[in-house]
Nanobody
């Protein structure tokens, strides 16, 4: 199975930056599409950014130009660089892995425990 551990959250003022990390273990990292989701207080969980096994990325409109998702397959880690943070970015951020290439876990979906990001005005 896949285990995901997020880190890097914290408190930052508006306009500041944070980098989130998600370390994966228990599976073949390169076979997983990876993504970051977030859930703000009183709101539904939403997709923030995603990256394919080939390195293609996509972002929700509200973070385009400010956030960057990347992956390092040698380190089994996915990152979310967050710049120009706004109070509305405040949320718990969750790492997601989806097996999209062969193997016995094909089609399975995995989640980390989440890391809190708080942006003050």
């Amino acid at each position: 199975q896949v285990q995901l551990v997020e880190s890097g959250g914290g408190l930052v003022q508006a306009g500041g930056s944070l980098r989130l990390s998600c370390a994966a273990s228990g599976s073949i990292f390169s076979l997983n599409a990876m993504a970051w989701y977030r859930q703000a207080p009183g709101k539904q969980r939403e997709l923030v950014a995603a990256i394919t096994v080939g390195g293609s990325t996509n972002y929700t409109d509200s973070v385009k130009g400010r956030f960057t998702i990347s992956r390092d397959n040698a380190k089994n880690t996915v990152y979310l660089q967050m710049n120009s943070l706004k109070p509305e970015d405040t949320a718990v951020y969750y790492c997601n892995a989806r097996r999209v290439v062969g193997g016995p876990l094909y089609g399975h979906n995995f989640w980390g425990q989440g890391t809190q990001v708080t942006v003050s005005s």
